[in-house]
T-cell receptor, first 112, second 115 residues
Framework: AQTVTQSQPEMSVQEAETVTLSCTYDTSENNYYLFWYKQPPSRQMILVIRQEAYKQQNATENRFSVNFQKAAKSFSLKISDSQLGDTAMYFCALEYGNKLVFGAGTILRVKS | KAGVTQTPRYLIKTRGQQVTLSCSPISGHRSVSWYQQTPGQGLQFLFEYFSETQRNKGNFPGRFSGRQFSNSRSEMNVSTLELGDSALYLC??????????????FGPGTRLTVL
């Protein structure tokens, strides 16, 4: 069975600072994909970043980057220069068989 | 391109009734997936349709069903509603035919309340 665990229910960070959200997963597959989605108060699920498991290089998207440790089955998200608009619920997700398995989410609050 | 659209955005039903939710994918996308989001269970996969065929199914009772039309629009139906069916229902679309994983893009969701 595929599982995703996010051990931080809530986090807060000051504007302009850096924060890291943790995610671990379990899968018996060798080729898979990992995602971070954000869900702001509007409830619209927005893709943040995607990582292919066969790629060793960590994905980056502007202020967002991941630390992908395949052997440890760890996939953390780093947000640099945090902005008030980053306030949202963040979900880590594992894709297999054209379906996503989500973690429980981490609420991130950016404070001014 | 226009994003994924879902109608209606809000719905209130009573126990025992049935409901139909609609999802229009991004133009050109042929795969549509449905997810249920609740405070207790989180985000759970319901099913995925590709080219009018159900390709994947999650662990939900038979009261939950869906279909996809030739224009890739999808509907989800829940019969004999229960209080526990109150949730945000999210639809996501992807190209679906790349041979590898496609990123799924989500709609704004339909908030269903069962009284």
């Amino acid at each position: 069975a595929q599982t995703v665990t996010q051990s931080q229910p809530e986090m807060s960070v000051q504007e302009a600072e850096t924060v890291t959200l943790s995610c671990t997963y379990d899968t018996s597959e060798n080729n898979y994909y990992l995602f971070w989605y954000k869900q702001p108060p509007s409830r619209q699920m927005i893709l943040v970043i995607r990582q292919e498991a066969y790629k060793q290089q960590n994905a980056t998207e502007n202020r967002f980057s991941v630390n992908f440790q395949k052997a440890a089955k760890s996939f953390s998200l780093k947000i640099s220069d945090s902005q008030l608009g980053d306030t949202a619920m963040y979900f880590c997700a594992l894709e297999y068989g054209n379906k996503l398995v989500f973690g429980a989410g981490t609420i991130l609050r950016v404070k001014s | 391109k226009a994003g994924v659209t879902q109608t209606p955005r809000y719905l209130i039903k009573t126990r025992g009734q049935q409901v139909t939710l609609s999802c229009s994918p991004i133009s050109g996308h042929r795969s549509v997936s449905w997810y249920q989001q609740t405070p207790g269970q989180g985000l759970q996969f319901l099913f995925e349709y590709f080219s009018e065929t159900q390709r994947n199914k999650g662990n939900f009772p038979g009261r939950f069903s869906g279909r996809q039309f030739s224009n890739s629009r999808s509907e989800m139906n829940v019969s004999t509603l229960e209080l526990g069916d109150s949730a945000l229902y999210l639809c996501a679309s992807s190209p679906g035919d790349s041979g590898s994983t496609d990123t799924q893009y989500f709609g704004p969701g339909t908030r269903l309340t069962v009284l």
